[in-house]
């Protein structure tokens, strides 16, 4: 486990549904509602329990699933894993997220994103993801203590420490890692469980279990 190192933690904002503070995903956001009218098409709010000991932080919105259901991991396959193993660890009452309405519910556990709103091609741009750390940053203020995080992929690792005031190169991302945050908590990072590292094995489901099964021990010490 790495050893902590502050630079000051960023200043947290309460989520705002109607935020528009990112031109370029205010412009695709929509882009996307004229051809899916249908569609959530804005800001994602987190999905879960209010001050859950698990906090799990992803990229951002996928176009056909969060951007879609207004729900995190929602209706694409990059929650078939989450959710799956969510619920086999005792983290949710059923194990696939089908839609805002499909009864599933978290148990001490909350999911959000470095970003909350779709981005073109999936890939926010690094000004974005400062622009939307406030929010992330109000999340980890309401995290309690001896509580886990885990990280989905190098951008929401690198977020979860911008909003700590963590410098990056303290504590580097790479998959089963673990990290020691202020408030006894701790980081666990994970590959992103998306159509991409899922299909081509990059990641495994005992590969994620073991990751969240990291987080559900520590929780339970």
Request: proline share 8%; glycine share 10%.
């Amino acid at each position: 486990m790495t050893p902590l190192r502050s630079a000051g933690p960023a200043t947290g904002r309460a989520f705002d549904p109607d935020c528009r503070r990112c031109p370029r995903l205010a412009r695709f956001l929509t882009e996307v509602s004229g051809r899916h009218p249908g569609y959530h098409c804005r800001p994602v709010p987190s999905f879960g329990v209010s001050r859950a000991r698990l906090l799990v932080v992803g990229l951002a919105p996928g176009l056909h699933g969060a951007n879609r259901t207004g729900r995190p991991f929602t209706g694409d396959h990059a929650g078939i894993l989450l959710y799956a193993t969510l619920h086999r660890l005792g983290f949710s009452n059923q194990p696939v997220s089908a839609g805002s309405a499909d009864g599933l519910a978290l148990t001490d556990c909350r999911i959000t994103n470095a970003v909350r709103c779709l981005p073109p091609a999936n890939k926010p741009l690094p000004a974005e993801v400062r622009e939307c750390n406030a929010h992330l940053a109000w999340e980890l203020e309401r995290h309690p203590q001896r509580g886990a995080v885990l990280a989905l992929g190098a951008v929401a690792h690198g977020a979860v420490l911008k909003a700590l005031g963590i410098r990056a190169a303290a504590m580097r991302f790479a998959h089963g890692a673990t990290h020691v945050l202020p408030g006894d908590r701790l980081l666990v990072d994970s590959y992103h469980c998306s159509r991409y590292n899922t299909q081509t094995r990059r990641l495994t489901p005992e590969m994620f279990a073991d990751a969240v099964g990291i987080a559900r021990e520590w929780i339970d010490r």
